[in-house]
C-alpha cells in the first residue's frame, strides 16, 4: 500500500479542557495504525492512540504484534531503539527478548530471563491496513472487523490526513446529509437509509445533483456506494460502476491519537468490472485509485474549517432534513465503556437496533 502524506499539520496536544473533549471521551473499538507496507517484517513502529504510545512490529515470519512500549525490565521505550530478531523483538537497553505472546524469553546476558512480559494488545491486518483494539477497561475485542474476498483487487492506495476533531464526530458526518450541498456543493440520494444492527451500521447511497460551480463532482449516473460503518473507527466503502466499467473498495479509518485530535487514513484500490482484462488495463484502473483518493481527500479538506472550530453539542436543536444524528448518537453510546449522558435530542426517529454497552 502506497502512503502519500497530504496533510502532515502538527501533531501537538490539544487542550483537553476544550468542551469537545471535555463532553466525548475516548471510544472503544479497533483502530488502525499503519499500512502493511510501513510495516515490514523487520520493522518497528511508534504510533499514538488514545493519548498513549503504542509499539507495531512484524516478526521475521510476517506476524504483525502490537504492544505497550515500556519493557518491564527497566523501562526502555522500545519505540525507540527496539529490534526485531526473528519472531521476537529486543529491547534496546539491555537486549532483553520477548516473544510474540510478549514473554520474556531472553536476556542480554545469557541468563535466565525473569517472570516479566510486554503488555500486548490485539491487533488483525486487513487489505493493507493494521488494526488494533484499544478498550478503556482492557476487555478483550467482542466485535471483529468485517474480512473481505481479494476478488483481484490490487494494492490499495492510501492517504494520511491528521485534523483536530473526534472520531464520533467524524462519523457523524457520513449521515448528516444537510451539509454536503452548502459545505460539498452536492446533493446526497439516500438509497438504502442506514440500518443499527449492533456494532453495525450499513447504508448506500449516491451524489446526484450540486450546485453551479460543482459540475465535477456530478454526473447524472453516478455509481451507488455501499458503506459498512463498524464501531466508531472503521467505514468499508464499495462501488460498482457498469457505466464507467471499474469497482472500487476502500477504507475511512479515524483513529484517536491525542484529546481532540484524530489520524484519518483513506485507503482505495480500483480493478476493472468483470473479467478478461489486459495487463495494460488492469494497471491503469488501479492508477485511477490516486485521482480518485485525492478526490475524496478534498472532500474532507472541506469539512475542516468546521471540525476545527465546533464544539459537540449534548442537545444539538436537530430538523428535519439532517438525517438520522440522534439515532447515530444512541448507536455510538455502545462504543464507550462509561453512560455519557443523555446525548442529542431524541427526534421521532424510532430506537435504534442492537444497542448496547462495551464495545
Not at 499539520?9 to 499500512?35: H, I, M, N
Not at 483481484?152 to 473526534?166: A, Q, S
Not at 485530535?261 to 476493472?272: F, H, K, S
Not at 475542516?304 to 453539542?313: G, Y
Request: with cysteine; glycine share 10%; charged share 25%.
Amino acid at each position: 500500500m502506497r502512503l502519500w502524506g497530504l496533510d502532515r499539520s502538527e501533531r501537538r496536544l490539544v487542550d483537553p479542557g476544550l468542551p469537545q473533549a471535555a463532553r466525548l471521551p475516548y471510544p472503544d473499538g479497533w483502530f488502525a495504525l499503519a499500512t502493511s507496507a510501513e510495516l515490514k517484517p523487520g520493522t518497528v513502529l511508534n504510533r499514538r492512540l488514545t493519548g498513549e504510545d503504542v509499539v507495531l512490529y512484524r516478526t521475521a515470519s510476517g506476524r504483525p504484534r502490537a504492544v505497550r512500549p515500556y519493557c518491564p525490565h527497566l523501562g526502555a521505550h522500545l519505540g525507540h531503539g527496539a529490534t526485531v530478531r526473528g519472531e521476537n523483538i529486543r529491547c534496546p537497553f539491555h537486549h532483553f527478548r520477548f516473544g510474540p505472546d510478549g514473554v520474556c524469553v531472553a536476556t542480554g546476558y545469557g541468563t535466565p530471563p525473569p517472570k516479566a512480559r510486554l503488555a500486548t494488545l490485539p491487533c488483525r491486518e486487513l487489505d493493507g491496513l493494521v488494526f488494533v483494539w484499544r478498550h478503556a477497561r482492557h476487555e478483550p475485542p467482542s466485535w471483529e472487523i468485517e474480512a473481505l474476498p481479494p476478488e483481484g483487487f490490487p494494492e490499495p492506495y492510501c492517504v494520511l490526513l491528521t485534523r483536530r476533531d473526534h472520531p464520533q464526530d467524524v462519523m457523524e458526518n457520513l449521515v448528516d446529509y444537510g451539509h454536503f450541498l452548502p459545505v460539498h456543493g452536492y446533493r446526497l440520494e439516500v438509497v438504502s437509509p442506514p440500518r443499527f444492527e449492533g456494532t453495525r451500521l450499513e447504508t448506500a447511497n449516491r451524489i446526484r445533483t450540486g450546485r453551479a460551480g460543482a459540475a465535477w463532482k456530478i454526473s447524472a449516473a453516478s455509481p451507488v456506494s455501499r458503506v459498512v460503518m463498524q464501531g466508531l473507527g472503521v467505514v468499508r466503502v464499495q462501488v460498482d460502476s457498469p457505466q464507467f466499467r471499474f469497482r472500487a473498495r476502500g477504507w475511512f479509518c479515524v483513529t484517536p491519537t491525542d484529546p481532540c485530535r484524530v489520524e484519518i487514513r483513506m485507503a482505495v484500490a480500483l480493478r476493472p468490472a468483470g473479467t478478461g482484462h489486459g495487463r495494460l488495463v488492469r494497471t491503469l484502473v488501479a492508477l485511477a485509485a490516486r485521482p480518485y483518493t485525492w478526490l475524496a481527500a478534498r472532500d474532507n479538506a472541506e469539512d475542516v474549517p468546521i471540525w476545527e472550530n465546533k464544539t459537540h453539542l449534548a442537545h444539538p436543536r436537530l430538523t428535519k432534513g439532517d438525517g438520522p444524528i440522534g439515532r447515530f448518537r444512541r448507536w455510538a453510546e455502545q462504543f464507550y465503556s462509561e453512560p455519557l449522558g443523555s446525548g442529542a435530542e431524541r427526534l421521532d426517529e424510532g430506537p435504534p437496533a442492537g444497542r448496547g454497552r462495551g464495545g
